[in-house]
């Protein structure tokens, strides 16, 4: 299939009832059977009914199923061979199968998300970012993750960011926000309660929210501001939030990049001051000597300090006695 319907298909999977998922599931293993068949014999395959057919095929923005079978026909006939093939890791997989599945896995999640990554959505998060004065990025697990990356990039070409893994430090940060800062949560499933919580907490107190998540109809999308849609296929070896952490990074990337195209002269010297700091720490041994000497002599110093104090509180409290 395109690259833009099975993201279509895929961002909606988690929001379809088990039957649509069925369906779903079908259209992304096989698309060219199910462009072939007609309603009764997908019916029939899937275990579900006519009607939940048309309801999926509505779901996935199509007036009904026959709409959808032209679209996957079209599709599936442009196609590479190797996508029409289900690439799910089995457990005897030998290695060298390993490599050429996981590869075509990130291929296909990053083509998936740029096909969808609507440069005006992408363009109006780049607007709020450049604008704001302080960015908290939310996200837990491989979201987490992710989240570092973002507050990492941004901070390395001036602009003040910081992630939150922890719940009860995004919730802090989260309470004291305004309408001059941005609060981006990340989330594979968009239903993740330690992201929701301090999103909804900024967005009341009045931030500007980006949301970077699977599913453009979870509750995270449903409360942002502003909703760039990832892409990445779950399967055993492979839970949703890793398969889709390489398709965030690429949003990421590319939020990163407006950001410093808009900003060019101020990220150009930030970048230049903080590569010139690292550069001269990492190349430089004598400094690092005597930062960690510089660091001992302080503790040592600070050790001794607190046993004069305890000593001299002891005298006293002898005297005292």
Same mark, same amino acid.
């Given at each position: 299939?395109?690259?833009?319907?099975?993201?279509? !298909?895929?961002?909606?999977?988690?929001?379809?009832?088990?039957?649509?998922?069925?369906?779903?599931?079908?259209?992304?293993?096989?698309?060219?059977?199910?462009? +072939?068949?007609?309603?009764?014999?997908?019916?029939?395959?899937?275990?579900?009914?006519?009607?939940?057919?048309?309801?999926?095929?509505?779901?996935?923005?199509?007036?009904?199923?026959?709409?959808?079978?032209? $679209?996957?026909?079209?599709?599936?006939?442009?196609?590479?061979?190797? +996508?029409?093939?289900?690439?799910?890791?089995?457990?005897?997989?030998?290695?060298?199968?390993?490599?050429?599945?996981?590869?075509?896995?990130?291929?296909?999640?990053? $083509?998936?998300?740029?096909?969808q990554l609507s440069p005006e959505r992408l363009g109006a998060v780049v607007d709020a970012l450049v604008e704001a004065r302080r960015v908290s990025v939310y996200g837990v697990g491989a @979201?987490?993750?992710?989240?570092?990356?973002?507050?990492q990039k941004l901070m390395r070409i001036g602009v003040s960011s910081h992630a939150f893994i922890d719940v009860h430090l995004a919730l802090t940060g989260a309470a004291l926000a305004g309408?001059?800062?941005?609060?981006?949560?990340? @989330?594979?499933?968009?239903?993740?309660?330690?992201?929701l919580e301090p999103m909804w907490t900024a967005r009341e107190a009045g931030a500007t929210t980006v949301a970077i998540t699977n599913n453009p109809r979870s509750a995270l999308a449903e409360? $942002?501001?502003?909703?760039? !849609?990832?892409?990445?296929?779950?399967?055993?070896?492979?839970?949703?939030?890793?398969?889709?952490?390489?398709?965030?990074?690429?949003?990421?990337?590319?939020?990163?990049?407006?950001?410093?195209?808009?900003?060019?002269?101020?990220?150009?010297?930030?970048?230049?001051?903080?590569?010139?700091?690292?550069?001269?720490?990492?190349?430089?041994?004598?400094?690092?000597? +005597?930062?960690?000497? @510089?660091?001992?002599?302080?503790?040592? @110093?600070?050790?001794?300090?607190? !046993?004069?104090?305890?000593?001299?509180?002891?005298?006293?409290?002898?005297?005292?006695?």
């Amino acid at each position: 299939m395109a690259p833009n319907l099975v993201a279509s !298909v895929r961002a909606v999977l988690p929001s379809l009832t088990p039957a649509g998922r069925a369906i779903a599931k079908l259209i992304l293993d096989d698309p060219a059977t199910v462009a +072939r068949s007609t309603i009764t014999e997908l019916s029939a395959a899937s275990g579900t009914s006519q009607a939940t057919i048309v309801r999926t095929a509505r779901a996935l923005g199509f007036s009904g199923y026959s709409e959808l079978r032209l $679209a996957l026909a079209a599709a599936s006939a442009g196609e590479r061979p190797e +996508r029409l093939v289900p690439g799910d890791l089995a457990p005897d997989d030998p290695l060298a199968d390993v490599i050429a599945k996981v590869a075509r896995a990130e291929s296909d999640a990053l $083509a998936d998300t740029a096909a969808q990554l609507s440069p005006e959505r992408l363009g109006a998060v780049v607007d709020a970012l450049v604008e704001a004065r302080r960015v908290s990025v939310y996200g837990v697990g491989a @979201s987490g993750l992710v989240a570092a990356d973002m507050a990492q990039k941004l901070m390395r070409i001036g602009v003040s960011s910081h992630a939150f893994i922890d719940v009860h430090l995004a919730l802090t940060g989260a309470a004291l926000a305004g309408p001059s800062d941005v609060s981006v949560g990340v @989330s594979c499933t968009g239903e993740t309660p330690d992201v929701l919580e301090p999103m909804w907490t900024a967005r009341e107190a009045g931030a500007t929210t980006v949301a970077i998540t699977n599913n453009p109809r979870s509750a995270l999308a449903e409360m $942002a501001d502003h909703v760039l !849609v990832s892409a990445g296929r779950e399967t055993a070896f492979r839970p949703g939030a890793l398969a889709s952490r390489i398709s965030q990074l690429l949003i990421v990337d590319c939020v990163f990049v407006g950001v410093a195209q808009r900003t060019f002269e101020a990220s150009d010297g930030a970048l230049r001051a903080t590569r010139g700091a690292l550069d001269r720490f990492l190349t430089d041994p004598r400094r690092r000597s +005597r930062q960690t000497s @510089s660091q001992a002599s302080s503790a040592t @110093s600070s050790q001794l300090d607190g !046993v004069v104090k305890i000593n001299s509180m002891t005298d006293s409290i002898d005297g005292k006695n």
